[in-house]
């Protein structure tokens, strides 16, 4: 049964088989079968691959005689020989269809840029001789391989990834990153070499510290004097100094300046500055000092009368304390930042020293300076002639009106945290007025017009009057201060934000809040020949108009310095070379804010701040009057 069946099997595989019998080969992939069905074998792929790398050896072979003789000489091998030469004709056919086809396509692609728009939109600037170059250039520039793909080097032939730092070559092909370099090197080796710009020497001076001396208010144009020379080196070099000697008390002022700035000035250097015989201490910068060094300066100055510390963190109510057991008779102290000074030292301190003093000046004591210590000072302090409280948080209206009881009072400064009224500020003027040589007040949103027609009924030897930030106070109470006002005409005005404030409807102004023109006309009749200083920075209700008046070619100030019209709106470059004209002692102008100015002639020997330009905001006079 068994050999019956395994016969009839044999024999359907037979007549399977068609008669004609195939060798059993292994099972293929299906990628193995796709390519057989398009013709596709090994040896094609490889001849092809052979055509592509050796396509130029190949024709300089087949076309040199030796070449031939060479192929028919080898009768060692004779079947390797046949292989050789049919293998390298392929090759060299496989090589010239490529070419060909690689030609056609690209005159295909030249053709079809020539069409597009593109081609004829970069046409119109060249000549119609280049019309193939050009098409060239724009095919070159869609074959360029982009980042991330593969690309042959111009110069070895390396395959490299072209990357966005790719560089091209010589001929405008892409190289890699070795040959890259190579070339980096000989561009830079070709390249002629910069000039090097040479330290600024000592004596010179670089853009950031003519910034800072601007900033400073110590800028001066032209070179500076010996003596400034002199005190700038002694100061470059403190640590080596032993003692100051019997300099004059300016120069020493000025040296201190200039440690303070620097922030030079510590235990060490303070010692410079103590001497038995000094009457006057300043120090613009205690910050580094401690309460025994400020402790030490009563000790080895008992002569002391004139007494000035800024950032006198460490003033406590120990050296308070020290100051007012010690001998010593103080005519005046300026105290900046003793915030750690209690409200009973202070009352103590003046009790015990309030006698003598004539000037008191108190700055940033925030709580512990207040309305009690300011009541005691009619009773304590008989001869005080000079005060100013600044950025204080406790005094009110209540002390203000005590200050109204100090007969011999000539100058008072005065800026409050807490919201002050006009009636307070009536009050002093009214009592004091007479004597007044500075008024000045900061910050006071709330005054109004009956503060000015009260400074122009009582006060009649001012010289300094300072009133800031006032949303009440009028043009028509301006121009009543200034017309008729018996004062002598004043030497330092600073009315800076006197304007009106309404963020709904910033240019209208029905009311005439601030200084606007009837005011300004008004001030410059009655000061104008005295003024030296005048800052109307933010007073932008004043017309343009006004500022030709006032400024008009017959018109001279001749005392004016210092022009401070910033964010005036209307001042434009007539403006201000009208200004130039009418004040010829004018050293500075600032003009922040005032977009109209934009280039104007400066002349010789003046500055002119706050115009944004390539040169800087500040611009240094070089143009001479009589041009």
């Known amino acids: 049964m068994s050999k019956r069946l395994t016969g009839s099997l044999r024999s359907n595989f037979n007549n399977n088989q068609g008669g004609a019998s195939r060798p059993i080969r292994g099972p293929q992939s299906a990628l193995t079968d796709f390519l057989a069905s398009q013709n596709i074998s090994a040896a094609r792929i490889r001849a092809d691959a052979a055509a592509r790398r050796a396509a130029a050896p190949a024709d300089n072979s087949l076309n040199t005689p030796a070449a031939g003789q060479s192929q028919q000489g080898d009768d060692d091998n004779d079947d390797d020989g046949d292989d050789d030469i049919v293998s390298s004709r392929s090759a060299a056919a496989a090589a010239r269809r490529a070419r060909d086809q690689k030609r056609r396509k690209q005159e295909e692609a030249i053709a079809k840029i020539k069409k597009s728009r593109a081609y004829k939109k970069r046409k119109r600037g060249h000549d119609s001789d280049d019309d193939d170059d050009l098409a060239l250039a724009l095919f070159n520039e869609k074959m360029t391989p982009l980042p991330g793909q593969m690309s042959n080097c111009e110069i070895c032939s390396k395959r490299f990834t072209v990357t966005p730092y790719s560089r091209a070559g010589p001929e405008g092909g892409l190289v890699c990153s070795s040959c890259g370099q190579k070339l980096a090197k000989q561009e830079d080796a070709n390249k002629k070499p910069k000039k090097k710009r040479g330290p600024i020497p000592k004596g010179g001076v670089g853009r950031r510290k003519m910034q800072s001396r601007i900033l400073d208010g110590t800028y001066d144009v032209g070179a500076k004097p010996l003596m400034a020379l002199c005190i700038e080196t002694l100061a470059n ?3 080596l100094a032993d003692d100051l000697g019997d300099l004059p008390s300016p120069i020493i002022d000025r040296i201190a300046r200039l440690l303070s700035k620097t922030r030079l000035l510590d235990p060490r250097t303070l010692d410079l500055f103590l001497q038995p015989h000094h009457e006057v201490i300043n120090v613009y910068d205690a910050a580094k000092l401690s309460s025994d060094d400020l402790i030490k300066i009563f000790q080895l100055v008992p002569r002391l009368k004139k007494l000035k510390l800024r950032n006198a963190i460490q003033f406590t109510d120990r050296v308070m304390e020290y100051l007012t057991k010690r001998n010593i008779t103080l005519e005046s102290i300026y105290i900046h930042g003793a915030n750690l000074l209690s409200e009973d030292m202070w009352t103590i301190f003046l009790q015990e020293k309030g006698v003598h003093l004539r000037g008191l000046q108190v700055y940033y004591t925030d709580k512990h300076f207040g309305n009690e210590a300011v009541g005691l000072l009619p009773a304590v302090c008989p001869n005080l002639s000079r005060l100013k409280i600044c950025h204080n948080q406790q005094l009110s209206d209540k002390g203000i009106e005590r200050i109204a009881e100090l007969d011999k009072l ?48 009582n006060c009649t030897n001012l010289s300094k009057l300072r009133i800031t930030e006032s949303q009440f106070m009028t043009d028509a ?32 102004n029905e009311h005439m809040v601030g200084l606007c023109s009837q005011g300004f006309e008004a001030l410059m009749e009655h000061s104008g ?27 001279t100030y001749a005392q004016l310095r ?32 005032c977009m109209k100015v934009k280039d104007v002639r400066v002349p010789r020997g003046k500055i002119l701040v706050g115009v944004p330009n390539a040169v800087g905001m500040r611009i240094e006079g070089v143009d001479d009057q009589s041009d």
Do not use: M
């Not at 020949?529 to 018109?555: M, Q, W």
């Open 237 to 239: 070099n403190i640590h």
């Open 477 to 508: 109470g301006f121009a009543r201060l200034f017309r008729g006002w018996k004062n002598k005409p004043l030497s330092f005005l600073d009315l800076q934000k006197c304007r009106h404030i309404d963020a709904a409807k910033p240019r209208s």
């Open 529 to 555: 020949a005295g003024l030296r200083y005048l800052n109307l920075h933010a007073c932008r209700h004043i017309p343009r108009e006004t500022f030709e008046k006032v400024f008009a070619s017959d018109k």
């Open 410 to 457: 000539e100058h008072l400064s005065l800026q409050c945290i807490k919201k002050t009224t006009t009636d307070s500020y009536v009050h002093v003027i009214e009592n004091v007025g007479q004597q007044l040589q500075t008024f000045s007040i900061k910050k006071v949103s709330d005054v109004d017009d009956r503060l000015l027609d009260s400074i122009h009924e």
């Open 562 to 593: 210092y022009l401070e019209i910033s964010f005036c709106e209307e001042v434009n470059d007539f403006v201000v070379g009208s200004i130039f004209r009418s004040c010829p002692n004018l050293k500075e102008v600032n003009v922040f804010g």
